[in-house]
């Protein structure tokens, strides 16, 4: 079954500090996967996407098959990253399957 | 342009009643999708919709739970005869074009507590 694993709820880091946002997926085929964020009281809105092979606020993340991971990475953590972020797996059709999410704390 | 838009956002129901949630898709995305987040979960794929077409409603509970796209106005889900175990976070995204490749755009949500 397809599946998204993000095993932390809650992730709390000091300002400075080097983040990293785990998820695993189970899928035998070629997936595609997104990071999507939502700060507070915002809507849910695209982080980024392995395809791009793109960094965005200074976050990175990359594909590995070998593992089925998709870690989210940033070096320097700032306060405005405190954010609920979710995992997201996409089959080859317009059905996402998320993952639970993991609360980000920024630490002054 | 304005995004996604749903209301309400918040919607407080008793037993039995109707629940009404509403999505405009952003201006030109003919793609509609609705999204189920229980608490402590992820987020759930329950049906996606075109204009005037039900596409794929595998996502969404047989009975009670119904949607549409109507050519004209928003998109509509309906829950009747709701029970406490509908409560839950609702939102819609939409895209132009159908496809694992296509960027799903989010709405702000519905938050339905059923009493």
């Known amino acids: 079954a397809q599946r998204v694993t993000q095993p932390e709820k809650l992730l709390s880091v000091f300002k400075g500090a080097p983040v990293e946002l785990k998820c695993n997926y189970s899928y035998s085929g070629s997936p595609e996967l997104f990071w999507y964020v939502q700060y507070s009281r915002q809507r849910l809105q695209l982080l980024l996407r392995?395809?791009s092979r793109e960094s965005i606020k200074g976050f990175t993340a990359d594909l590995n098959k070998g593992e089925t991971s998709f870690h989210l990475k940033k070096p320097f953590a700032q306060e405005e990253d405190s954010a609920m972020y979710y995992c997201?797996?996409?089959?080859?059709?317009?059905?996402?399957?998320f993952g639970t999410g993991t609360r980000l704390k920024v630490l002054a | 342009n304005a995004g996604v838009m749903q209301n309400p956002r918040h919607l407080v129901r008793r037993r039995g009643q109707e629940a009404r949630l509403r999505c405009s898709p952003v201006k030109g995305h003919s793609h509609v999708y609705w999204y189920r987040q229980l608490p402590e979960e992820g987020l759930k794929f329950m049906v996606y919709?075109?204009?005037?077409?039900?596409?794929?409603e595998s996502g969404m509970p047989k009975e009670r739970f119904s949607a549409e796209f109507p050519k004209e106005g928003p998109s509509i889900l309906r829950i009747q005869q709701v029970v406490r175990g509908d409560s839950a976070a609702y939102f819609c995204a939409s895209s132009p074009l159908q496809g694992s490749t296509d960027t799903q755009y989010f709405g702000p949500g519905t938050r339905l507590t059923v009493l």
């Open positions: 997201a797996l996409s089959t080859g059709t317009y059905k996402y399957i």
């Open positions: 392995h395809i």
């Open positions: 919709l075109q204009k005037e077409n039900i596409i794929d």
